[in-house]
């Protein structure tokens, strides 16, 4: 399995060799013991003296990198050109660019698709502005919207750094569901800046994917946007996450035999994912989940200034009890982890209740390392793509969007995000079904059609979708 903090990746060392006084085993032996995998080796220039070569190496964290780069510089007839990291090159200049739909080839292109032909698109739009959703890039395009302060379980790095995670998302959405998303970071952390910049941008979009911001903060954001605009609008973090953990979990349990309902379940890190998946649980008929954040277990009877805590004490914990994650876990049939690295003990696993499921999902380094957990686990799960029972939102936005794009759903109803959440699970069938098979994996074709078709029919039943006949989402899904 790969190391935690690089994912695994390659990098190609750049270097020149005095053929006099270094052989290339020398380097590859060094390489070797400093914990890289040579993979590839191309000669890119040769003279009498020297030769430079790249080697592109595995490595599975970036110690590793250092070692050998260390190893390398102390090698006598090796100088060291430069090293590039795959992870890196791959972001260089973005991972995403628009490019439009049709050539224009001549004055007659022009004249239609810019004035004066545009024109009269504009003012038809301006007659009937629903005619937006089919003559503009409304009808696929979704804002991927975050503010930076909660990147994966990075926290508040800033719009800046949050881009590399949007631009991923942009990409999914396009690979997975055909689905165009563009990200937008903003440079502001204020509740009212944020809402007010999400409507004033709304009119190009025809749904609104709300990123990696953090709680509570984003809970107003959310509900005050799907109140006051007439597109959906999603949390992936709250939503995206519940839904995937619910579909995880309804297989899980069919694996140990217990009633879901009937499960304790402890959640870590009570933020916008925990609180969420916590209401999704409640809604599936689960009536002992405990939330523990920084400063312990959540229990009734005390005074949070977080709005969203004094809900969670009210709603959950229904024998009160109090401490640390590791008083609470005691018995505990799943954990759940929402909040950062290395909170769950290999001792608070041992104190679980028989066959523990174990969803340790803080990213990029969940709560618990599989290798550590995996003796005393029953099920284990992660975010991560490089483990097995990758429980990852990715699983859900694509489909979801997918969905309420085609069927011009104004919101996203609970109903719609349970019904998502049976879809996943479903694609998983009882034969293939076991420990390290709970959730399809994100590039099984058919979660997105699943996940779709649920979602449609989910908002028919709900009364949110406004496009009215089979044909017009026969047409949408073929285009
Ligand atoms: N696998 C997935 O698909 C997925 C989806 C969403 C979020 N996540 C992960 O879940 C985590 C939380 O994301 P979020 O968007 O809810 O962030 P958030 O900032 O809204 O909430 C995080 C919460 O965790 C708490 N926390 C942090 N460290 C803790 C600790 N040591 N002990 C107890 N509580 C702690 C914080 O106080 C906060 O309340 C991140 O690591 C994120 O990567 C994973
Ligand atoms: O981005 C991911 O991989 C999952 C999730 O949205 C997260 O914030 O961790
Ligand atoms: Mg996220």
Not at 111 to 130: F, L, N, Q
Not at 262 to 277: L, P, Q, R, Y
Not at 424 to 441: G, K
Request: charged share 20%.
């Amino acid at each position: 399995m790969a190391g935690l903090n690089g994912g695994g990746t390659s990098v190609i060392v750049r270097l020149e060799m005095h053929k006099e006084q270094v052989t290339f085993g020398k380097i590859a032996t060094a390489i070797g013991d400093a914990g890289g995998d040579i993979v590839a080796i191309d000669v890119t220039r040769a003279s009498k003296t020297t030769t430079t070569r790249d080697i592109t190496v595995k490595v599975s964290d970036p110690q590793h990198t250092e070692s050998i780069i260390a190893a390398l510089k102390g090698i006598p007839g090796v100088r060291l050109i430069n090293v590039s990291d795959q992870t890196f090159l791959m972001h260089l200049g973005g991972k995403i660019e628009v490019s439009p739909k049709m050539p224009i080839k001549n004055r007659d292109d022009l004249s239609r698709v810019y004035t004066p032909g545009v024109a009269r698109v504009c003012m038809a739009i301006h007659e009937d502005p629903s005619k937006a959703h089919s003559l503009t890039i409304k009808r696929n395009t979704v804002a991927v919207v975050s503010d930076g302060t909660a990147v994966l379980g990075l926290g508040n790095i800033g719009p800046e750094a949050a881009m590399p995670v949007m631009e991923g998302k942009a990409m999914l959405f396009k690979q997975m569901a055909g689905v165009d998303a563009f990200p937008i970071c903003l440079d502001t952390t204020d509740t009212e800046e944020i809402i007010r910049t999400v409507k004033a941008i709304a009119p190009a979009f025809g749904g609104i994917n709300l990123e990696d911001i953090s709680s509570p903060r984003c809970f107003e954001i959310e509900e005050r946007l799907i109140e006051e605009l007439d597109i959906p609008v999603f949390h992936d973090d709250q939503h995206g996450t519940a839904v995937v953990i619910l579909a995880g979990l309804l297989n899980a349990v069919k694996l140990i035999g217990k009633p879901l309902e009937s499960c304790k379940v402890v959640i870590t890190g009570i933020g916008a994912a925990g609180i969420a998946c916590t209401k999704m649980l409640l809604a599936a008929g689960v009536t002992n989940v405990i939330g523990v954040d920084r400063q312990g277990a959540i229990v009734h009877g005390v005074t949070y200034s977080n709005p969203a805590w004094e809900w969670y004490a009210a709603n959950t914990n229904p024998h009160l009890q109090s401490g640390t994650l590791s008083d609470v876990i005691a018995g505990a049939d799943i954990f759940i982890g929402l909040s950062g690295p290395g909170v769950l003990k290999v001792e608070d696993v041992k104190r679980m209740a028989s066959d523990p499921i174990v969803f340790a999902m803080a990213n990029p380094t969940p709560e618990i390392t599989p290798e550590e957990a995996e003796p005393y686990v029953r099920v284990m799960a992660t975010g991560r793509s490089d483990y097995p029972n990758q429980i990852n939102n990715v699983l859900c936005f694509p489909g979801i969007f997918r969905g309420v794009l085609d069927c011009r759903a104004s919101r996203i109803t609970q109903e719609m995000k349970l019904a998502a959440a049976k879809a996943i699970a479903s694609v998983v069938n009882d034969d293939e079904l076991n420990e390290y098979y709970i959730i399809p994996s994100v590039f099984n074709h058919s979660v997105v059609e699943k996940v779709r078709e649920a979602v449609i029919e989910a908002a028919y039943e709900s009364g949110v979708a406004r496009r009215r006949s089979p044909r017009e989402l026969q047409d949408a899904h073929q285009e």
